[in-house]
């Protein structure tokens, strides 16, 4: 059967792990020569209505980007138990449903590690889209990072807005950045979908170091960002996709033990990213999965510790 | 007066304007049918007619406005096709509007270059128009404020800057749409005095108006018009009022009012030193007092912007004032803001406002709504919760049919009555009421003599009922013809008070002028 | 030193961020003053911000780019005259419409062309307007006060700010001291006078409709290939309509267009500065004592007062008491950001309400203009 | 008087209208490749070919309903809310605290209070523009624009800091007791025995939405009220001369159309989610404004329009599920009906016009013959 993907209201390309799903669809269907449904939502009631239709047209599995499709997927699952399908970013407990999380805040745990390494000025900046628990998870890892590699240091948070707009709003992206920087910021971290690509832009501009999210962004201003905290949403649609329908179900987690979330290096940062670096990123590292350390997640108690 | 055709310049034999078969529809309606007209130069030329005959569309026509159907259009010998009022202007015609085509945040000065500047760069031009207009006002008195804005002046200012837009542009022929409906007699006056000094400098004027006695007094030729056709072209001097007035509306016309002596009962309005400051913190009347009984009509004279529409404002309850006004003995609140007009209209006040299409009248409402405007709240109109439009309609017709308000289409929007038909809808709603007291602003402005007859008769028929009428006018005539007590406003005060068969014309002219000690 | 510092950068972002208000506050006032509503500014933004990246990107260069993104917005305008001004249509459905049309249209097409997730490719080098630097910049900077002020703040931004600047006293002087802009004002004011002078109602509105799409394409050339490296999908993310507030907040004035797109750009600045502040309880009783005060008053006048003010108070009131009990009297109170992120239009009501009061239109604005019907 | 039947009118010139629009947008459909048949067919097959399409049509067209009507009765008194988005949005909230926090036992009482909710916290999210607008003379278009934003912020703060579950991601609330939930139209037309769509999110809502437009058209055409608000649209001067108070009336009026924005929280915070989401107006308060004005503010036409774009959403959602469209051109698809049915329908009148005058013409009245020349 055809698999199916469903984006949500940000649209296949949103910069964000939208585009990033839409990614791992196309490289599976590049590499097997097989074709997939997708569909764009545009309204909320769309949710129940592409998982139906979809289901009923049998595609199998069915791939959902988003931790708003949790309740509709609830209603839906039992309806069509033949049909495998897997939601990102959100636990829904049902026998056809595998549920794919990230662990986001390990993945910025360890970008903030760099970032305070990186900055000499000891202030760092972090800019999200729209205030939602989910970029509260990615600054308060951020955050712990920035404190475990130097006490000291300095976050300075923004969020874009709180209409979708801020998701989409390079402008203010950019002026936060210039903002965060006449306050001493000279590394920002950007978890705000095409608002990031504002803040990149004006890092790569005022010759300050950025931290792209996602997918790997380095390429986009080479020799001015830092580092990507990557989220392979793309993996695990790739996954899925390949596993076919007989996918496993159940709960998985995507961490740093298994390449789920990290940091990416390649030649556009390798100048930027000192062995210093990465001797403690790699520590800091294999001391979270070993569980030596744990890092606060926001979403475990809706509070962080640092800030 | 002399023949008209040959009267003015040597080639005085030529027609400066010709028209040929001039038609024009509005959709259905025909406005204008094959009409013919010839004006020499150095005439002046009246055109009358009921409302809607077709007056204005044909100089609409002939200034570009409009687009004719049919028909040509010859100048000065020359076949001239006037697609637009650029190709008007071109070939020497000008035009004023009854309704003025000005700016009204637009300074004297700006209004009168717009459109015939010289050079892109206004600073020139200004100063340039500056000295000219100068000139012109010097050369034909219109004195203006080049300076002045268009809403801070008073309707007469305006027009003469409508003339000077058209002097500006050097015109030969001058076309003036009811100038006169908005001027006080001594305004009006001033008009023809400087019409005649165009005359005689040999430009064509065409006048139309709905006044006989401007035609008599002023023209050297009249058409008359009846239903989109020109019925009759005559010399001026060999007609009469009474034959004009017969032609136009088909019928002999009463030209004056009749009425018996007024038999006043008891006081029904009082008002005591009443003062009024607007928006702008200007004080608009500064201390009135006067009363009105039932059973009498009294007279309010002056020049527009002396006072008269606040005065109606406060009474009719959308203007606030300190004094006091007692109706029927009662104290009336004068304090609220803009909105006690309901309680007034319970306490047997009925207001017929001067601006009938800003304030009497919502023009795109049917007659039928319009009939409820200001009685919405009357039971009579209601049902339970809801308002009673079947009611409303059957006393809408029968009004309509009262006050023969053609067409008598209850369902037809306002705006598409002609002004005398708007008016007589506002009349019904108001005098229907059977109030004690009833203010009525400028009844016949712009109307035509056939609708002024009758609306003279209803408001005499209204005091003959015993009741209190407060009638504000600029028509000297009018207020002489209609009143039974007469007082002059001059600045927001009372300048005194006249009995009709006492006074006239001359007399209350100087007191509308401010000039008290010369009157006495 | 360190406020002067700070409040230079503030000024610094707040003219950044007015300078696409400005020009399309403007683009929007001749529009309007010429009696054409327009609440299409976003979309002739929007178009604009895509073509210019678009070709900028192609060409390689920025004023390629920048003549594009006016074409495009032009051809926007042009519809937008077609529609209110040939068929008499309805000026703002005509705008909703061109907003959802750019819209969907910019992602579509640059889908077409680049493939790159709706988006352009990043502009480099040329392909970009890049920052000036003013003359003397450098040396200056050593005069106290003067210099940092030159150096920092008139220095330094890309020529399209300057343009967008130099637009107002252009815009002020065209409509007040030219033949072109008496008409244009004239027009918006009562076409009917303008017709009957000889001049066509027709031309001088689409004149103004299309120095509106001018001003609109290098509003939107600013977002994309000045401030930004290339075009994002919706990224000029309302500004459209924050800069037709802003033009009925001027009253339909140039130089009032400048005070409020600046006060824009300044709450904007503050915002993007001081997003995570935190007040103390004081201010919470501060609060208290304005509603008691506003209570007042409400009391002295008339009922409708009552009511809204009345309604107003007690709900704040409630807030404050909330924050009380929740903080503690003398605790600091962390105002939660997304809140802090609506105090520019807090602000603009407040000072709307306190300070500038009732705009009147251009008169004719809105209508078309009918000489038979 | 009128040159063409009234049938031409309000059914040809839309018609013909709606064919142009559709025909470009086949323009644009072959332009990226697709059949624009089988994208025609797609979408009415799939909005109107079904109970279950028309399910979805309807349940779109009932959020429409709502938000023009809000948009119209401001109209009827020429005030333009453009804050249907947040007065919606506030409406939504107010669904959410009573049916989260009052236990209620049966969805028929639950129903009345969420309707007064919505109502009250919508008209509440109107007031102040409206108050400003009465009292002070300031502009409501810049203060509902103003109060969208306003708005977001304060639902963003509760939704994520307040109202929301302590586990859930979602920015949303927690889902509502079942026994607050709407019976849908399966449920409904079951009763009556008609098969209608399980699967439809359309609900009992819709009915009240058709009762929303017949209690506005009794209100504005056959009450006192109703009749005080068209006068003083038409004419302010005129209004206070008949003693209709304008801050009165704007007022009054701002808190209906804010009250009936607020109403459609009922259908889609309690009629389809179930629970109160970030954005769940997702745009149909901008939707109203074309809806309102297409339908020429009158209810009747108001839902005309609903039902046109609620088609548009469901079709447009049907060809992103069967075809390879992209959303963004169904965007597109949207814009052009907005524009050829709303702001270049005169571009088919004049034509159309002069054709019916050329078959009347010898039938009427026979004229005296104009001189040939
Ligand atoms: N703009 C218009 N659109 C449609 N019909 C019009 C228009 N102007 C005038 N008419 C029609 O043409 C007829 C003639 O109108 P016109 O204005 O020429 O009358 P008039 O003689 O000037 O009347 P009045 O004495 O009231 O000024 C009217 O009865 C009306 O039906
Ligand atoms: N837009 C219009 N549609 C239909 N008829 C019109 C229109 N405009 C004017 N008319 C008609 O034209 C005739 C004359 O109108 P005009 O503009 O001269 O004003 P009026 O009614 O004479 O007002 P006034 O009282 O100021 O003289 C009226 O009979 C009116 O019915
Ligand atoms: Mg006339
Ligand atoms: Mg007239």
Request: proline share 4%; hydrophobic share 45%; glycine share 10%.
């Amino acid at each position: 059967a055809e698999p199916a993907i469903i984006f949500d209201l940000g649209g296949k390309f949103d910069k964000s792990f939208n585009e990033a799903a839409f990614g791992g669809a196309t490289r599976w269907a590049e590499e097997t020569g097989n074709t997939f449904r997708e569909i764009e939502l545009q309204s909320e009631a769309q949710r129940e209505q592409a998982l139906r239709r979809f289901a009923e047209g049998g595609s199998n599995p069915i791939v959902m980007t988003g931790f708003a499709f949790a309740d509709a997927l609830t209603e839906v699952a039992d309806d069509y138990p033949d049909t495998s399908f897997v939601l990102i970013d959100m636990v829904v407990d049902k026998p056809n449903v595998r549920s794919v999380v990230f662990n986001e805040h390990e993945g910025s745990y360890l970008v903030g590690m760099m970032a305070a390494k990186a900055s000499e000025s000891g202030t760092v900046g972090f800019i999200g889209g729209m205030d939602i628990p989910l970029i509260r998870k990615f600054a308060c890892g951020y955050v712990q990072g920035v404190k475990a590699a130097n006490p000291d240091a300095k976050v300075i948070q923004n969020m874009t807005g709180t209409t979708p707009a801020a998701w989409n709003d390079p402008v203010k992206g950019s002026e936060l950045t210039k903002a965060q920087i006449s306050q001493g910021a000279d590394v920002v971290y950007a978890a705000a979908g095409g608002t990031g690509v504002g803040v990149l832009q004006t890092a790569a501009d005022e010759n300050i170091l950025s931290i792209g999210v996602d997918s790997n962004q380095n390429h986009l201003h080479p020799g001015k960002v830092l580092t990507s905290m990557v989220k392979r949403v793309d993996n695990a649609v790739y996954a899925a996709f390949t596993e076919g329908p007989g996918l496993e179900k159940g709960f998985q987690v995507m961490g740093l033990n298994n390449d789920g979330v990290g940091y990416a290096v390649d030649d556009n940062n390798a100048t930027l990213v000192t062995a210093d670096m990465t001797a403690a990123v790699e520590e800091a590292k294999a001391k979270i999965v070993s569980g030596e350390i744990t890092v606060h997640d926001y979403m475990s108690d809706n509070s962080c510790p640092v800030n | 007066m002399a023949n008209p055709e040959t009267k003015g310049r040597p080639d005085g034999a030529v027609p400066s304007i010709e028209l040929r078969g001039i038609s024009k529809s509005f959709g259905p309606v025909q406005a204008n049918k094959d009409i013919t007209l010839r004006v020499m130069p150095g005439t002046i030329h009246g055109i009358i007619g009921e409302n809607g005959a077709g007056k204005s569309t044909l100089m609409s026509i002939l200034y570009g406005f409009y687009k004719a159907d049919a028909g040509e259009i010859i100048i000065n010998r020359k076949p001239t096709t006037i697609p637009d009022s650029q190709a008007a202007i071109a070939a020497g015609i000008g035009m004023v509007f009854q309704h003025f085509k000005l700016v009204e945040n637009f300074s004297v000065l700006e209004n009168v270059i717009l459109g015939a500047e010289d050079g892109g760069l206004l600073r020139p031009s200004l100063a340039k128009a500056r000295k000219l207009l100068g000139e012109l006002s010097k050369e034909y008195e219109l004195n203006v404020d080049p300076d002045a804005l268009i809403e801070d002046i008073g309707v007469g200012m305006q027009q003469r800057v409508e003339i000077l837009k058209a002097l500006y542009r050097h015109a030969d022929i001058l076309i003036l749409d009811e100038p006169t409906g908005v001027l006080t007699p001594s305004e009006a006056d001033h008009l023809f005095r400087i019409l005649n000094g165009l005359k005689d400098e040999g430009k064509t004027i065409i006048l139309i108006t709905h006044k006989l006695r401007e035609i008599m007094d002023i023209t050297d030729t009249v058409s008359v018009m009846r239903r989109g056709e020109m019925t009759a072209t005559v010399k001026t001097s060999e007609t009469s009022p009474e034959q004009l007035a017969e032609l136009m509306v088909g019928r002999k016309v009463l030209l004056r009012v009749e009425k018996r002596p007024a038999q006043p009962g008891a006081k029904v309005l009082e008002v005591e030193n009443l003062r009024v400051i607007d928006e702008k913190k200007v004080e608009r009347l500064k201390g009135v007092s006067f009363n009105v009984q039932a059973g009498e009509i009294l007279g309010i004279a002056g020049v527009s912007g002396n006072g008269q529409s606040e005065l109606l404002e406060v009474l009719g309850g959308y203007q606030s004032a300190t004094g006091t006004v007692r109706v029927n003995g009662q104290d009336i609140d004068l304090t609220g803001r803009f909105s006690d007009g309901q309680s007034r209209r319970a306490r047997g006040i009925a207001h017929v406002p001067e601006d009938r299409q800003r304030e009497g009248l919502i023009m795109d409402f049917t007659a039928w709504e319009n009939t409820a405007f200001g009685y919405h709240n009357d039971p009579k109109y209601s049902k339970g919760l809801l308002m009673d439009n079947d009611a409303l309609r059957r006393d809408t017709e029968e009004k309509m049919q009262r006050f023969d308000v053609r067409p008598p289409n209850c369902w037809q929007p306002a705006k598409s009555f002609s002004g005398g038909n708007q008016q007589k809808i506002v009349l019904a709603r108001e005098i229907e009421r059977n109030p004690d007291l009833l203010l009525i602003g400028q009844p016949t402005r712009g109307v035509d003599i056939g609708a002024i007859e009758f609306i003279h008769q209803q408001i005499v028929a209204l005091r003959d009922q015993g009741k209190a009428i407060v009638l504000v006018s600029v028509e000297l005539e009018e207020i002489l013809s209609l009143s039974d007590r007469i007082i002059v406003m001059f600045d927001g005060q009372i300048m005194g008070e006249r009995l009709p068969d006492q006074t006239n014309e001359q007399e209350l002219g100087l007191l509308m002028a401010g000039m008290k000690g010369q009157a006495a | 030193m360190d406020i002067f510092i700070t409040i230079l950068q503030i000024l610094d972002s707040t003219l950044r961020l007015a300078t696409p208000l400005l020009l399309a506050c403007l683009a929007g006032l001749f529009s309007e003053r010429a009696g054409i509503f327009d609440i299409g500014l976003e979309g002739k933004m929007l178009a604009a911000a895509f073509m210019s990246a678009a070709i900028a990107f192609v060409t390689g260069s920025a004023w390629i780019g920048l003549a594009a993104g006016i074409g495009a917005s032009l051809v926007f305008s042009l519809i937008h005259g077609l529609a209110s001004i040939t068929f008499r249509g309805n000026q703002l459905i005509s705008g909703v419409a061109l907003n959802m049309l750019a819209l969907g249209l910019t992602v579509l097409i640059a889908q077409g062309w680049f493939s790159q997730a709706g988006r352009t490719p990043t502009l480099i080098g040329d392909a970009r307007f890049t920052s000036l630097t003013l003359p003397f910049a450098e040396t200056l900077s050593v005069i106290p006060i003067l210099g940092p002020i030159y150096k920092e703040l008139i220095s330094g931004h890309s020529i399209l700010v300057y343009i967008a600047f130099l637009m107002v006293p252009v815009t002020w002087w065209v409509l007040y001291r030219t033949r072109f802009g008496l008409r244009l004002r004239a027009v918006g004011e009562n076409p009917a006078a303008v017709d009957t002078a000889g001049i066509s109602v027709i031309w001088l509105r689409y004149a103004a409709v299309m120095i509106c799409g001018v001003l609109c394409g290098i509003a939107g050339t600013y977002l994309s290939t000045s401030i930004q490296a290339g075009f994002t999908d919706n990224m000029t993310a309302n500004r459209g309509y924050i800069a037709l507030a802003a033009l009925i907040f001027a009253k339909w004035r140039p130089w009032y267009a400048l005070g409020a797109c600046l006060l824009f750009g300044f709450f904007f600045a503050i915002d993007n500065r001081f997003q995570n502040i935190s007040l103390y309880a004081w201010l919470a009783i501060a609060l208290l004592i304005l509603i008691a005060a506003l209570l007042f008053f409400a009391a002295r006048k008339s009922r409708l007062d009552m009511f809204v003010l009345g309604t107003l108070g007690t709900i704040s009131a409630a807030i404050a008491i909330l924050i009380w009990t929740t903080n503690g009297l003398a605790g600091s109170v962390v105002i939660p950001g997304q809140l802090m992120q609506s105090l520019p239009y807090v602000l603009t009501v407040v000072i709307l309400a306190g300070f500038v009061g009732k705009a009147t239109p251009p008169k004719a604005g809105g209508e078309p203009y009918i000489k038979e019907r | 008087m009128d040159a063409m039947p009234k049938w031409a009118e309000v059914i040809l010139i839309p018609l013909i209208s709606l064919i142009l629009a559709f025909f470009l947008s086949g323009l644009v459909i072959l332009a990226i490749g697709e059949n624009p048949i089988r994208a025609l067919q797609i979408m009415i097959s799939g909005a109107l070919g079904s109970t279950y399409g028309w399910g979805y049509t309807l349940y779109y067209a009932t959020n429409f309903i709502f938000t023009g009507l809000a948009v119209a009765v401001a109209f009827q008194a020429r005030l333009f809310n453009i804050g249907g988005e947040g007065q919606a949005a506030l409406g939504g909230l107010g669904v959410a605290l009573i049916c989260l926090y009052i236990p209620f036992p049966h969805w028929t009482m639950a129903l009345p209070a969420a309707i007064l909710g919505a109502a009250i916290f919508g008209a509440f999210w109107a007031m102040i523009p409206g108050y400003l607008q009465a009292r002070l003379g300031v502009h409501v278009v810049i203060t509902t624009i103003m109060f969208n934003f306003i708005g977001a912020s304060i639902l963003n703060y509760l939704l994520v800091d307040i109202l929301r579950p302590p586990t859930s991601m979602n920015p949303a609330t927690a889902r509502f007791p079942d026994a607050t939930n709407l019976p849908s139209l399966h449920d409904v037309l079951s009763v009556v025995g008609i098969p209608f769509s399980r699967a439809a999110p359309a609900n009992i809502s819709f009915f009240i939405a058709i009762l929303a437009c017949i209690v506005i058209w009794v209100l504005i055409w056959h009450t006192r009220l109703g009749y005080q608000i068209r006068a003083f649209g038409q004419s302010e001067s005129a209004a206070k001369y008949a003693g209709i108070s304008p801050e009165k009336i704007i007022m009054v009026t701002m808190l209906i159309s804010g009250g009936l924005a607020g109403m459609m929280a009922i259908n889609n915070v309690m009629g389809e989610a179930e629970r109160l989401v970030q954005n769940a107006v997702e745009g149909a308060g901008f939707i109203g404004i074309a809806v309102a004005l297409m339908g020429r503010s009158h209810p009747i036409g108001v839902f005309l329009a609903a039902i046109l774009f609620g088609f548009l959403y469901q079709g447009g959602a049907e060809l992103s599920l069967e075809t390879s469209i992209p959303s963004d051109l169904i965007v597109v698809i949207q814009a052009l009906v907005i524009l050829f049915t709303g702001a270049l329908d005169d571009m088919v009148r004049a034509p159309l016009k002069s054709m019916f005058l050329m078959f009347r013409k010898p039938e009427a009245t026979p004229k005296a013959p104009k001189p040939a020349e």
